[in-house]
């Protein structure tokens, strides 16, 4: 992304990262770069803010304002040159980072439960990943969390599912018999169905199996 009637140029560098810790990263840049003038953070409801003070325009020059939430496309761009100042706030959840309504989860009992489910996008998968650990969530999404959801960022490859608010997540960590509030961490193999649970399609209920990492 490129910021401000001067055009500084943002990219994050390499890394493996939580959302929070990017958008820390990208907070670090900005601030570097552009001093106490622009700021990338989260509010309660995870969405992502940035702001400049200073005012100019905001480029995606990639898919970077997406996976933020904003409803844009490469080349989209925010603001006028030369001011005023700009805070822009995500359109929706970030597919990278979808807040939940409610979470709860149980273990699988891979001896017991041996049967293949096929999720909504016609997915067959089997309980078999080694010998991970295997972990059902059941998740609460509103109607805009549910959009970045099918998003399917968050439904492949490492994920991590927190009872912490999208703006506490930072302080959180991993789940142990110690810390029964902490966060799992894990690999997507699959989604059980899905359904609305109220009549003005507002909250949607799924299960997601993780393995654990």
């Known amino acids: 992304m490129s910021l401000g009637s001067s055009t500084y140029d943002y990219q994050i560098t390499d890394g493996y990262r939580s959302f929070p810790a990017f958008i820390d990263q990208l907070n670090t840049q900005l601030s570097s770069d552009y ?16 702001t400049d003070a200073v005012g100019g325009v905001l480029d995606w020059t990639d898919r970077l304002g997406w996976l933020l939430g904003f409803d844009v496309t490469a080349g989209d761009t925010a603001g006028v040159a030369a001011g005023p100042a700009l805070t822009l706030t995500s ?25 293949v489910a096929v999720d909504r996008y016609q997915r067959g998968h089997g309980y078999v990943f080694g010998d991970n650990e295997l972990v059902r969530f059941k998740v609460l999404l509103h109607v805009q969390a549910l959009r970045s959801l099918r998003d399917r960022w968050c439904l492949a490859g490492q994920v991590i599912i927190s009872a ?14 110690t810390n029964t509030g902490g966060y799992i961490q894990g690999y997507v193999v699959g989604m059980e169905g899905g359904k609305w649970v109220d009549d003005t399609r507002t909250l949607w209920s799924t299960r997601i199996i993780l393995a654990r990492a």
């Open 164 to 177: 912490k608010s999208p703006s506490a997540f930072s302080t959180d960590s991993p789940w142990s018999t």
């Open 91 to 115: 359109d929706r959840p970030p597919p990278a980072a979808i807040p939940l309504m409610s979470v709860s989860w149980s273990s699988i009992d891979r001896a017991i439960e041996t049967t």
């Open 35 to 50: 001093g106490a003038n622009a700021t990338a953070t989260t509010d309660s409801l995870g969405r992502v803010i940035i």
